[in-house]
């Protein structure tokens, strides 16, 4: 393993200052999932002025929907699902105040520069590590539509939780960054990583 | 002719359900382990270390390798002297998803009416199962738990026929490289050419059941296979798409005889989570 920057959340200012595309960071604190359900939800009813049922200010979202937890256990399985689905719901959730993201895969264009204006930072777990990622997660509650089962708003405590900067507050990218690095094919590179 | 109970189909979709999403299959494995000597990412390398401690977690604790423990693709090839008794094949597949999802405490990800109200079946079934009548009196059942991830970057295309062997080559790394991160790589790559859309694909998707490393017994086919994996491999798309050495693990091509007028060419992208798993009644 290499070196990586222990967090402790919420997220400040200062922190997402200090971040760097291609960071080995690990989370302690609280975050929140919500995947492509419940950012729809979120989105809809904020659009109507309607109270949302969490003070998005300052807070990581975690796009995941976990395998059911074993009896005993907070929860199951819990690895980061594709990012760039919650795309068009993005720029609204950081406008209603949220900082960090982990998800997996690139963001669109619009993503990314919704990000540079917030300050704010998207990050990947491994994708296929939730069997790694549960032992990060020690405790977990519903705290919203609870009837979307899987895909329900859920309150994660996390410790040392690892993930890597992909775009950090300055506009950088680290995948399309990483594929001009190690690229050795004369085929043009995709903008954005392939993530526009 | 033999006799096959349904029960014993289901007893044995349900086992394959659990193991196939807990086990990594050790060609796979152990392809991720050589890959950590040659990527050149330092990061990729970190990467590929906690793809390869998750396979112990999932192994020693019972935790599913991924949360998205998929649709359950069957592949079944039923002996022509096999006679199922006590229930018809497809419920007793099905039967056996519901089973070995619930017990398994695996993640139920099936919805219905995909675009309307997407109500989650609750079961995980139904499977997408494929049927094949074979010679003999076995009854193969492939297991594949397909992740919605690398499954959404399927990709297919009709080209020219004279576009020969250099679009299917194109076509692939312009598949890789627009997935991205997307289908989790480093990724296995299963390629269908030739017959008709939904042949290509099958076969395509069918190439995924090969261990890593197993060629084509064609050797022209078998050739095109190391170009594709040599080619995919220096987008330098890397883990997880952080960039690197290391995009494919392998790249399996299946053809099929096609029309005079067609060239069809089908991408079916597997992520490093390459979850497989067989039995034989």
Do not use: W
């Amino acid at each position: 393993m290499g070196e990586s920057k222990a967090i402790t959340l919420p997220l400040t200012d200062e922190v997402i200052e200090g971040l760097r595309i291609g960071d080995h960071v690990e989370f302690s604190g609280v975050i929140h999932t919500a995947r492509d359900a419940a950012h729809k939800r979120i989105v809809a009813m904020a659009n109507a002025g309607e109270a949302l049922p969490l003070d998005l200010r300052g807070q990581v979202i975690y796009y995941v929907g976990p395998t059911p937890a074993r009896p005993g256990q907070p929860i199951g399985s819990a690895g980061p699902t594709t990012a760039m689905r919650l795309d068009p719901y993005t720029p609204r959730m950081l406008e209603l105040g949220v900082k960090g993201m982990i998800g997996k895969g690139g963001r669109g264009r619009a993503v990314r520069e919704a990000i540079k204006e917030s300050h704010a930072v998207y990050c990947i777990a491994v994708g296929g590590t939730g069997a790694l990622l549960n032992r990060h997660i020690t405790s977990t509650e519903v705290v919203a539509f609870e009837d979307l089962g899987t895909e329900a708003i859920r309150r994660l405590e996390v410790e040392r939780f690892p993930a890597i900067v992909v775009n950090d507050a300055f506009g950088g990218d680290l995948l399309e960054a990483g594929r001009r690095q190690y690229r050795t094919s004369s085929r043009p590179v995709p903008i954005g990583g392939g993530g526009a | 002719m033999r006799e096959i109970e349904a029960a014993a189909i289901t007893e044995t979709v349900a086992r394959l359900a659990v193991e196939s999403t807990h086990f990594l299959p050790e060609d796979v494995e152990g392809a991720i382990r050589d890959a950590r000597e040659t990527e050149r990412s330092p990061l990729g390398v970190q990467i590929i270390d906690e793809i390869l401690e998750n396979a112990e977690i999932a192994r020693e604790r019972m935790l599913p390798l991924c949360q998205d423990t998929g649709t359950s693709v069957v592949h079944v090839e039923l002996g022509q002297d096999v006679h199922v008794s006590g229930g018809y094949l497809i419920d007793a597949i099905n039967a056996g998803i519901e089973q070995g999802y619930g017990e398994g405490y695996l993640r139920k990800s099936i919805v219905e009416n995909p675009f309307g109200a997407r109500t989650n079946t609750g079961t995980n079934a139904p499977g997408v199962i494929h049927t094949e009548i074979v010679p003999g009196e076995e009854l193969h059942i492939g297991f594949m738990p397909k992740g919605g991830g690398c499954e959404n970057m399927s990709r297919y295309q009709n080209f020219l026929p004279g576009d020969g062997r250099e679009a299917v080559v194109d076509f692939v790394c312009e598949t890789v490289d627009l997935s991205g991160g997307n289908p989790c790589p480093p990724l296995i790559i299963g390629v269908g050419v030739g017959g008709t859309a939904e042949k290509a694909m099958t076969i395509a998707k069918h190439s995924l059941f090969r261990k890593v490393g197993e060629r084509n017994p064609d050797p022209e086919v078998a050739g095109l296979e190391g170009e594709l994996l040599e080619a995919v491999n220096a987008l330098g798309v890397g883990p997880q798409a952080v960039g690197g050495s290391t995009t494919a693990l392998d790249v399996f091509v299946e053809t099929y005889p096609t029309h005079i007028a067609a060239l069809p060419v089908a991408v079916n992208i597997q992520c490093h989570s390459a979850r497989t798993k067989h039995a034989v009644l």
